[in-house]
């Protein structure tokens, strides 16, 4: 190892984080272990989620977990401390619905225009054996941008077809792709969009909802057949193979979620119908008009994950065209979605669905916000109750001992848009962000950080642990 | 703050409930001084109608009214039973037709009402309480139907009519052989091209099931006799229902035009063991009437429409009357949201087309109807027993000028035309004042993005919008508002 | 009530004639007529009590009450009936469209957007079976116009020709029609983000500005049409026939920018209607709405600019969701409130029939049964230029009346006799025949 230090007259603080940073940039050069794997964030003001916020408090990250949080902890010695005066610590945020790492066709998920399908057996827009964690592309920008934001956690979600495939749940950072996956079969998402086109199979939300019921209940026989097979294969006919049987069966069998569409109220109630029919493990999707129907939803204790796009007008309709009472009741009214279902007791998640960037996510979350969604249910929707909804709830989503070392280490609300990120630890990795560089006006010089690191123009920042 | 989102609840649900009379039901309501048209036992003038618990409790012209009892008063105007339209696509979320394959009996309606639709209330304004809502005609085996009424402002499940039973939609003729579609570039043709394929599909799948019942029925005998490892059959969405038609517990509504096909199903049913139910449009019934009688089956027509396809070049509009003097049960429907909401007045074109009574005219939309879809205990005329589903005009409901007043489901008054009317205010000044808070809005963000210097951190990758009616988690659900 | 004081053999005669040949059932042997002892509303005064209706050589001689009868004419004895001009389609495809969907029948638009030189008449087929079943239903007189829609038929391009007025009734065109151009049938350009693409089959949402810039387009093209007609006129009349060659559809539009000609602009959304208005007045061209179905959202402007409406089928669906329920039915008494001109029509072939229940509708949600009448008899006529000929029983004019047995707009109501140009015309059709072929079956054998 040979470091050469900078020869400087500044502030020892400065010159031991310097130090510090070219150590880092030597161990990543190098790509190899090394980076620090102990850390505290000292005298910060910590909000666990899953308890009281603890004033002056430290967290403690040891090998991608919390070691230990509180007012009077033990610190390692060999941890890099952090020193959060005026900073607060949450636990990472979760998206609990993107496509973030996966790859996009230019033009959207366009099925391949061959002979439609006939029927049910053809299995059409059928490919639950696609799992988002086989196809991460860890290139994709939106992770960065995601994680200044605050966010560590996303469920990523495969699109295309009425069984696209199965979402994975990862976290923002690591080396190889593989290092990203928490749960790699996290859930199987359905869509009941027909995509028979006109004379295919297919064509109508009646004959998709048929279709789902049909193959769920080939997965049933599947899984009563079998094993029955397999245990008197001399006196029982072959069961044949089918991809989808199969690897759904493995799916429900590991009481995997099945996340369901379901926007409006007619969605949503046809979701808990069709959910205690077909018996899955169901999570609700979209969830925008749960406003109206929060008493049935806290009655069927199906989760919900609530789309954050709310609904606009369309920006390049027609300006004359006539909006009508109910749908602008519905826009008018869907921001006050989670307060509602908050209010009667339904567990729910929030993402982004579609949103451009994080800077959305929370302008949209404030609409909510506004509307009566308290800033701890913000908060909660946003970590512990996602991470409980996609069954990690032991593992993320609130800072506690044992649990996953994400964490976001900003200098205020993490909702307020003044905020900023300064931390964030992804399974244990550090990731400090600076700040975006105004761009510069003519003749102005940009004084230099507090802390001497220089501003740079970046998108986003580069941290310890890359 | 408790307070105000209480008020704003109770705001909520003052004005959420489109104009729709807020459902009072205080149990007990009395019909007063109205000329009665029970359809089953005469006219009654100054008759009254009491109804207590959705039913109708008693029917004369010298009721009283009890005490307590919610009054309504009907003085000069004309009750009639509720209008049940016997063919209709109102009330479905999404395409009425699941067209691809040939038999699409798997698809189900009641999976996809669309409480929502605005065509229940303005059917419900033209006197309709209950509908038979039916899958399209693109298949000769289409999909399961189910009968609702027309209990505007209640979620989906509130809509089907309880005890009623399941249908599924058959179709005949041009529709189901595509001939009048244009050919679609690169596409297959989907067998049948012609009216022979038709039936031979139909008699596919009736083999097909009646195997597939069979197979089921064999395996319950070995299992019930204790076999171990049993491999069940598999389990079929699309033959259950056909199982079901063979086993009585589901009617078939076949749409239908030419005289031969019409003979051709009956014949088909025969094979299988079944009866039809309803012959539905019909045209040609006037020519085979004698033939739909004995089979039972009753014909749900148009009253006069004609020459839109070859198969109704002949049809009549004596088709109704002819059909009933040879006895077939018929009834007279609309297949149109607009058409729904005038059936009075074609079912009073029958008078003028083959002399029926007006009695005779009137069961048309309503007893007749009910027979047909086996609701007649509950539904189509005004006998004490029946749901209170009624239709009040300010005239003969035959006549033209007729206009509803108020129409009633289960003794509750789900349309009322001076509320309507009077409630067009208030809705109207709530729009423009959401209206006036988007565009607020609106301009209050173009200012904001104007004002902001730093443009926001974009990811590369220029993803674009999604399209309105993608679905996905990503993309979000479509299904905007209600 | 007597039967037709007729001779058996002519009444078979008639019966044969209409089985084989539609539109010509009409008697050869008298043209004098005298209709008497009905209720006779003239729709030009006050109904007379016990009228009688002289008509001769296809014209209606007299009308009043204790006329004296001619020895020659055929005495109609109308007790406890009445007697009104017969009904006025102005807006159908008959004679162009025989069964919707079968293209072989039907000849209501041609292939292109601009066709202002074709007319209708020239395609009319007076076999229609549509004619017949029509008239029977108190319809004496239609116009076909090209390029307009039903409810089972596409609608065209955006001039699709001229619409003919003829009477249904007569051997060949010739003797049917009455005027061969009466408008200049312009389909208004839509602006639609939602369309239904026949190509994938899927409903395509295109953006504001894209459409907008195709409407723009339209609009356009449609002005330089009328400029080049203008100047066309002006070269013909100016020049000298070497100097411009001939072009048909420029010719055909002379007459419309010369303001002798009306157009008949089909929209139904308010601000297609506004920009229609906005069109016609820049152009200086004489506009009559069709269909109509907002013009109550732009009423004023129509009164203003004297726009008469021949209104769509008023048995429609609202436009819009939250458009009250009833608006279609009342706006017709909507429009005649605010001082406008009104006319029914079916905008149909097989639905022609329904004109009077339009009306009658009308009536029931507002409509005066007076101005309702007049709206399915006479409005029509001097919308496009025929009061002259038709629309009241007044001396002088065409001979086309109806003698039904009660309210000719109730549902109920049976045209008793017809006459169309002064013939007594049966009201037999297609459709009775069947009738009564199909009631005369025996019973099967069991």
Same mark, same amino acid.
């Given at each position: 190892?040979?470091?050469?230090?900078?020869?400087?007259?500044?502030?020892?603080?400065?010159?031991?984080?310097?130090?510090?940073?070219?150590?880092?940039?030597?161990?990543?050069?190098?790509?190899?272990?090394?980076? !620090?794997?102990?850390?505290?964030?000292?005298?910060?003001?910590?909000?666990?989620?899953?308890?009281?916020?603890?004033?002056?408090?430290?967290?403690?990250?040891?090998?991608?977990?919390?070691?230990?949080?509180?007012?009077?902890?033990?610190?390692?010695?060999?941890?890099?401390?952090?020193?959060?005066?005026?900073?607060?610590?949450?636990?990472?945020?979760?998206?609990?619905?993107?496509?973030?790492?996966?790859?996009?066709?230019?033009?959207?998920?366009?099925?391949?225009?061959?002979?439609?399908?006939?029927?049910?057996?053809?299995?059409?827009?059928?490919?639950?054996?696609?799992?988002?964690?086989?196809?991460?592309?860890?290139?994709?920008?939106?992770?960065?941008?995601?994680?200044?934001?605050?966010?560590?956690?996303?469920?990523?979600?495969?699109?295309?077809?009425?069984?696209?495939?199965?979402?994975?749940?990862?976290?923002?950072?690591?080396?190889?792709?593989?290092?990203?996956?928490?749960?790699?079969?996290?859930?199987?998402?359905?869509?009941?969009?027909?995509?028979?086109?006109?004379?295919?199979?297919?064509?109508?939300?009646?004959?998709?909802?048929?279709?789902?019921?049909?193959?769920?209940?080939?997965?049933?026989?599947?899984?009563?057949? +079998?094993?029955?097979?397999?245990?008197?294969?001399?006196?029982?006919?072959?069961?044949?193979?089918?991809?989808?049987?199969?690897?759904?069966?493995?799916?429900?069998?590991?009481?995997?979620?099945?996340?369901?569409?379901?926007?409006?109220?007619?969605?949503?109630?046809?979701?808990?119908?069709?959910?205690?029919?077909?018996?899955?493990?169901?999570?609700?999707?979209?969830?925008?008009?749960?406003?109206?129907?929060?008493?049935?939803?806290?009655?069927?204790?199906?989760?919900?994950?609530?789309?954050?796009?709310?609904? +606009?007008?369309?920006?390049?309709?027609?300006?004359?065209?006539?909006?009508?009472?109910?749908?602008?009741?519905?826009?008018?009214?869907?921001?006050?979605? !989670?307060?509602?279902?908050?209010?009667?007791?339904?567990?729910?998640?929030?993402?982004?669905?579609?949103?451009?960037?994080?800077?959305?996510?929370?302008?949209?979350?404030?609409?909510?916000?506004?509307?009566?969604?308290?800033?701890?249910?913000?908060?909660?929707?946003?970590?512990?109750?996602?991470?409980?909804?996609?069954?990690?709830?032991?593992?993320?989503?609130?800072?506690?001992?044992?649990?996953?070392?994400?964490?976001?280490?900003?200098?205020?609300?993490?909702?307020?848009?003044?905020?900023?990120?300064?931390?964030?630890?992804?399974?244990?990795?550090?990731?400090?962000?600076?700040?975006?560089?105004?761009?510069?006006?003519?003749?102005?010089?940009?004084?230099?950080?507090?802390?001497?690191?220089?501003?740079?123009?970046?998108?986003?920042?580069?941290?310890?642990?890359? | 703050?408790?307070?105000?989102?209480?008020?704003?609840?109770?705001?909520?649900?003052?004005?959420?409930?489109?104009?729709?009379? $807020?459902?009072?039901?205080?149990?007990?309501?009395?019909? $007063?001084?109205?000329?009665?048209?029970?359809?089953?036992?005469?006219?009654?003038?100054?008759?009254?109608?009491?109804?207590?618990?959705?039913?109708? @409790?008693?029917?004369?012209?010298?009721?009283?009214?009890?005490?307590?009892?919610?009054?309504?008063?009907?003085?000069?105007?004309?009750?009639?039973?509720?209008?049940?339209?016997?063919?209709?696509?109102?009330?479905?979320?999404?395409?009425?037709?699941?067209?691809?394959?040939?038999?699409?009996?798997?698809?189900?309606?009641? *999976?996809?009402?669309?409480?929502? *639709?605005?065509?229940?209330?303005?059917?419900?304004?033209?006197?309709?309480?209950?509908?038979?809502?039916?899958?399209?005609?693109?298949?000769?085996?289409?999909?399961?139907?189910?009968?609702?009424?027309?209990?505007?402002?209640?979620?989906?499940?509130?809509?089907?009519?309880?005890?009623?039973?399941?249908?599924?939609?058959? @179709?005949?003729?041009?529709?189901?052989?595509?001939?009048?579609?244009?050919?679609?570039?690169?596409?297959?043709?989907?067998?049948?091209?012609?009216?022979?394929?038709?039936?031979?599909?139909?008699?596919? @799948?009736?083999?097909?099931?009646?195997?597939?019942?069979?197979?089921?029925?064999?395996?319950?005998?070995?299992?019930?006799?204790?076999?171990?490892?049993?491999?069940?059959?598999?389990?079929?969405?699309?033959?259950?229902?056909?199982?079901?038609?063979?086993?009585?517990?589901?009617?078939?509504?076949?749409?239908?035009?030419?005289?031969?096909?019409?003979?051709?199903?009956?014949?088909?049913?025969?094979?299988?063991?079944?009866?039809?139910?309803?012959?539905?449009?019909?045209?040609?019934?006037?020519?085979?009437?004698?033939?739909?009688?004995?089979?039972?089956?009753?014909?749900?027509?148009?009253?006069?429409?004609?020459?839109?396809?070859?198969? @109704?070049? *002949?049809?009549?509009?004596?088709?109704?009357?002819?059909?009933?003097?040879?006895?077939?049960?018929?009834?007279?429907?609309?297949?149109?949201? $607009?058409?729904?909401?005038?059936?009075?007045?074609?079912?009073?074109?029958?008078?003028?087309?083959?002399?029926?009574?007006?009695?005779?005219?009137?069961?048309?939309?309503?007893?007749?109807?009910?027979?047909?879809?086996?609701?007649?205990?509950?539904?189509?005329?005004?006998?004490?027993?029946?749901?209170?589903?009624?239709?009040?005009?300010?005239?003969?409901?035959?006549?033209?000028?007729?206009?509803?007043?108020?129409?009633?489901?289960?003794?509750?008054?789900?349309?009322?035309?001076?509320?309507?009317?009077?409630?067009?205010?208030?809705?109207?000044?709530?729009?423009?004042?959401?209206?006036?808070?988007?565009?607020?809005?609106?301009?209050?963000?173009?200012?904001?993005?104007?004002?902001?210097?730093?443009?926001?951190?974009?990811?590369?990758?220029?993803?674009?919008?999604?399209?309105?009616?993608?679905?996905?988690?990503?993309?979000?659900?479509?299904?905007?508002?209600? | 009530?007597?039967?037709?004081?007729?001779?058996?053999?002519?009444?078979?005669?008639?019966?044969?004639?209409?089985?084989?040949?539609?539109?010509?059932?009409?008697?050869?042997?008298?043209?004098?007529?005298?209709?008497?002892?009905?209720?006779?509303?003239?729709?030009?005064?006050?109904?007379?009590?016990?009228?009688?209706?002289?008509?001769?050589?296809?014209?209606?001689?007299?009308?009043?009450?204790?006329?004296?009868?001619?020895?020659?004419?055929?005495?109609?004895?109308?007790?406890?009936?009445?007697?009104?001009?017969?009904?006025?389609?102005?807006?159908?495809?008959?004679?162009?469209?025989?069964?919707?969907?079968?293209?072989?029948?039907?000849?209501?638009?041609?292939?292109?957007?601009?066709?202002?030189?074709?007319? #209708?008449?020239?395609?009319?087929?007076?076999?229609?079976?549509?004619?017949?079943?029509?008239? #029977? &239903?108190?319809?004496?007189?239609?116009?076909?116009?090209?390029?307009?829609?039903?409810?089972?038929?596409?609608?065209?391009?955006?001039?699709?020709?001229?619409?003919?007025?003829?009477?249904?009734?007569?051997?060949?065109?010739?003797?049917?029609?009455?005027?061969?151009?009466? /408008?200049?049938?312009?389909?208004?350009?839509?602006?639609?983000?939602?369309?239904?693409?026949?190509?994938?089959?899927?409903?395509?949402?295109?953006?504001?500005?894209?459409?907008?810039?195709?409407?723009?387009?339209?609009? &356009?093209?449609?002005?330089?049409?009328?400029?080049?007609?203008?100047?066309?006129?002006? /070269?013909?009349?100016?020049?000298?026939?070497?100097?411009?060659?001939?072009?048909?559809?420029?010719?055909?539009?002379?007459?419309?920018?010369?303001?002798?000609?009306?157009?008949?602009?089909?929209?139904?959304?308010?601000?297609?209607?506004?920009?229609?208005?906005?069109?016609?007045?820049?152009?200086?061209?004489?506009?009559?709405?069709?269909?109509?179905?907002?013009?109550?959202?732009?009423?004023?402007?129509?009164?203003?600019?004297?726009? %008469?409406?021949?209104?769509?089928?008023?048995?429609?669906?609202?436009?819009?969701?939250?458009?009250?329920?009833?608006?279609?039915?009342?706006?017709?008494?909507?429009?005649? /409130?605010?001082?406008? %001109?009104?006319?029914?029509?079916?905008?149909?072939?097989?639905?022609?029939?329904?004109?009077?229940?339009?009306?009658?509708?009308?009536?029931?949600?507002?409509?005066?049964?007076?101005?309702?009448?007049?709206?399915?008899?006479? &409005?029509?006529?001097?919308?496009?230029?025929?009061?002259?000929?038709?629309?009241?029983?007044?001396?002088?004019?065409? /001979?086309?009346?109806?003698?039904?047995?009660?309210?000719?707009?109730?549902?109920?109501?049976?045209?008793?006799?017809?006459?169309?140009?002064?013939?007594?015309?049966?009201?037999? &059709?297609?459709?009775?025949?069947?009738?009564?072929?199909?009631?005369?079956?025996?019973?099967?054998?069991?």
């Amino acid at each position: 190892m040979n470091h050469r230090l900078p020869r400087r007259s500044v502030p020892m603080f400065a010159m031991v984080l310097c130090a510090a940073i070219l150590i880092g940039w030597a161990y990543t050069a190098r790509g190899e272990g090394g980076e !620090p794997r102990y850390f505290a964030v000292k005298g910060a003001r910590i909000v666990p989620v899953s308890g009281a916020v603890i004033e002056n408090g430290t967290v403690v990250v040891a090998k991608g977990l919390i070691q230990a949080v509180g007012t009077n902890v033990a610190i390692p010695a060999e941890a890099w401390v952090i020193d959060g005066a005026g900073l607060t610590v949450y636990p990472g945020l979760i998206d609990a619905g993107t496509n973030i790492g996966l790859a996009q066709d230019d033009d959207g998920k366009k099925p391949a225009r061959g002979p439609g399908a006939s029927g049910p057996e053809d299995r059409p827009g059928t490919t639950p054996w696609r799992v988002a964690a086989d196809e991460l592309k860890t290139d994709d920008k939106r992770i960065e941008s995601w994680r200044n934001a605050g966010f560590t956690t996303v469920l990523t979600v495969p699109e295309g077809g009425i069984f696209p495939g199965q979402a994975t749940v990862i976290d923002l950072g690591g080396e190889r792709a593989g290092d990203y996956v928490v749960r790699p079969r996290a859930s199987v998402p359905v869509s009941f969009k027909p995509v028979g086109g006109f004379f295919g199979f297919p064509d109508s939300l009646m004959g998709t909802i048929a279709y789902v019921r049909q193959v769920l209940d080939d997965t049933a026989w599947y899984t009563q057949a +079998e094993p029955i097979y397999q245990t008197n294969p001399t006196k029982t006919e072959r069961v044949p193979y089918d991809r989808t049987e199969f690897v759904l069966n493995r799916a429900l069998q590991s009481n995997e979620i099945v996340l369901l569409p379901a926007n409006n109220t007619i969605q949503i109630m046809r979701g808990i119908r069709l959910a205690d029919e077909w018996k899955v493990r169901a999570v609700l999707y979209g969830g925008q008009q749960g406003y109206e129907v929060a008493a049935a939803l806290a009655a069927s204790k199906i989760p919900v994950l609530v789309n954050l796009k709310w609904p +606009e007008r369309a920006k390049d309709g027609d300006p004359e065209a006539e909006q009508n009472l109910r749908e602008l009741r519905f826009r008018d009214r869907a921001p006050g979605t !989670p307060a509602a279902l908050a209010k009667a007791g339904v567990k729910f998640g929030l993402y982004s669905g579609g949103l451009e960037g994080p800077k959305d996510i929370f302008k949209n979350l404030k609409r909510a916000t506004d509307a009566g969604l308290t800033p701890d249910a913000a908060l909660r929707a946003m970590t512990l109750d996602s991470a409980d909804i996609l069954g990690l709830g032991d593992r993320l989503g609130s800072i506690a001992p044992g649990k996953i070392a994400n964490l976001v280490v900003a200098d205020g609300d993490i909702f307020n848009e003044k905020t900023k990120v300064k931390h964030v630890f992804v399974d244990g990795r550090w990731f400090q962000i600076h700040e975006e560089a105004a761009p510069e006006k003519p003749g102005e010089k940009k004084p230099d950080d507090d802390d001497g690191a220089r501003s740079r123009q970046a998108k986003g920042g580069e941290g310890v642990g890359r | 703050m408790k307070r105000a989102l209480f008020c704003a609840a109770v705001l909520f649900f003052t004005i959420c409930m489109p104009v729709a009379t $807020q459902a009072q039901n205080p149990g007990t309501i009395f019909i $007063q001084n109205a000329t009665l048209l029970t359809v089953t036992h005469g006219n009654i003038e100054h008759g009254s109608i009491l109804i207590r618990d959705g039913k109708i @409790a008693a029917v004369g012209a010298d009721l009283k009214a009890p005490e307590g009892a919610a009054i309504i008063d009907a003085t000069g105007q004309f009750v009639m039973p509720g209008i049940i339209d016997c063919h209709s696509h109102i009330a479905v979320d999404g395409s009425v037709n699941e067209g691809g394959p040939a038999v699409s009996s798997m698809a189900n309606i009641a *999976d996809v009402l669309n409480p929502d *639709d605005i065509d229940i209330y303005r059917d419900l304004a033209g006197g309709v309480t209950t509908a038979n809502i039916l899958h399209g005609s693109a298949n000769p085996i289409g999909g399961q139907t189910v009968v609702i009424k027309l209990r505007w402002g209640k979620p989906a499940s509130d809509l089907p009519f309880q005890g009623a039973l399941p249908g599924i939609k058959f @179709a005949l003729g041009e529709n189901p052989k595509r001939s009048n579609f244009p050919a679609l570039p690169g596409a297959q043709p989907r067998y049948p091209g012609t009216r022979l394929g038709v039936e031979e599909v139909i008699r596919q @799948a009736f083999i097909e099931a009646r195997e597939y019942k069979k197979q089921w029925d064999d395996y319950n005998q070995r299992k019930a006799a204790g076999e171990q490892n049993l491999i069940p059959p598999r389990r079929n969405v699309q033959l259950d229902p056909l199982v079901g038609v063979m086993e009585g517990k589901r009617y078939v509504h076949a749409h239908c035009y030419r005289a031969d096909e019409i003979l051709m199903l009956i014949r088909v049913a025969n094979e299988f063991g079944f009866k039809v139910r309803t012959f539905q449009h019909v045209l040609e019934g006037y020519r085979i009437a004698d033939e739909i009688a004995a089979s039972g089956a009753g014909g749900s027509t148009f009253s006069d429409w004609w020459a839109y396809k070859m198969e @109704a070049f *002949d049809a009549i509009p004596y088709n109704a009357a002819l059909m009933t003097e040879r006895g077939v049960i018929v009834s007279v429907n609309s297949d149109d949201a $607009q058409e729904a909401r005038q059936l009075n007045q074609e079912a009073a074109k029958s008078m003028k087309n083959g002399g029926l009574s007006a009695n005779d005219a009137l069961k048309l939309i309503t007893l007749n109807p009910a027979i047909q879809l086996g609701i007649d205990a509950r539904a189509g005329s005004i006998d004490v027993g029946k749901d209170a589903d009624l239709a009040i005009y300010n005239r003969d409901p035959l006549s033209v000028y007729a206009v509803v007043q108020k129409t009633l489901i289960d003794g509750q008054v789900y349309f009322d035309r001076q509320k309507d009317i009077a409630a067009r205010a208030t809705l109207a000044a709530e729009k423009q004042t959401l209206l006036d808070k988007e565009k607020k809005a609106a301009e209050a963000k173009k200012a904001e993005e104007k004002s902001e210097k730093k443009p926001e951190t974009k990811p590369d990758k220029k993803k674009k919008p999604p399209q309105d009616d993608g679905e996905s988690v990503q993309s979000g659900v479509a299904g905007g508002a209600r | 009530m007597k039967i037709l004081t007729f001779s058996s053999r002519a009444s078979a005669l008639i019966l044969a004639a209409s089985l084989a040949f539609p539109a010509w059932t009409q008697t050869a042997a008298t043209t004098s007529y005298a209709i008497k002892r009905g209720r006779v509303f003239t729709l030009a005064g006050p109904p007379i009590e016990n009228g009688t209706v002289l008509i001769r050589d296809g014209k209606i001689a007299a009308v009043g009450a204790g006329i004296a009868i001619p020895s020659d004419a055929q005495v109609i004895d109308a007790t406890g009936l009445e007697v009104y001009p017969g009904m006025f389609d102005p807006v159908t495809q008959i004679g162009l469209n025989e069964v919707s969907a079968v293209s072989a029948t039907v000849d209501v638009s041609e292939l292109g957007d601009y066709n202002p030189e074709l007319i #209708a008449a020239t395609a009319v087929n007076p076999a229609s079976a549509h004619i017949p079943i029509t008239r #029977a &239903n108190g319809i004496t007189e239609v116009i076909a116009a090209p390029g307009t829609s039903g409810f089972d038929l596409q609608s065209g391009g955006l001039i699709d020709g001229q619409a003919s007025a003829f009477n249904l009734a007569g051997w060949t065109m010739d003797e049917m029609q009455i005027n061969r151009s009466v /408008a200049m049938v312009i389909n208004w350009p839509s602006i639609q983000t939602r369309t239904f693409d026949f190509a994938t089959f899927s409903i395509k949402e295109k953006p504001y500005a894209d459409v907008k810039k195709d409407y723009d387009k339209s609009v &356009n093209a449609l002005g330089d049409w009328m400029d080049r007609a203008r100047h066309y006129a002006q /070269a013909k009349e100016k020049g000298s026939p070497a100097l411009y060659e001939r072009d048909l559809k420029l010719e055909a539009l002379v007459p419309v920018v010369e303001g002798k000609l009306p157009v008949l602009v089909v929209a139904d959304e308010a601000r297609d209607i506004r920009n229609a208005v906005d069109f016609c007045t820049k152009q200086n061209l004489r506009m009559i709405l069709g269909s109509g179905a907002e013009a109550w959202k732009v009423k004023d402007l129509l009164r203003d600019k004297k726009i %008469p409406v021949v209104l769509g089928p008023t048995n429609r669906l609202p436009e819009q969701e939250d458009t009250p329920y009833d608006k279609p039915y009342t706006e017709p008494s909507e429009l005649f /409130a605010a001082g406008i %001109p009104i006319a029914f029509a079916s905008f149909g072939t097989a639905f022609s029939r329904r004109l009077p229940q339009y009306a009658g509708t009308a009536v029931a949600y507002g409509l005066p049964h007076d101005e309702a009448l007049k709206a399915v008899m006479l &409005n029509a006529a001097q919308m496009f230029g025929l009061a002259d000929q038709l629309g009241t029983l007044e001396p002088g004019k065409l /001979a086309n009346v109806i003698v039904t047995n009660g309210d000719p707009l109730e549902l109920q109501t049976q045209v008793r006799y017809l006459f169309i140009k002064g013939q007594l015309t049966s009201t037999d &059709n297609k459709h009775r025949d069947l009738y009564e072929q199909y009631r005369k079956r025996p019973q099967p054998a069991r």
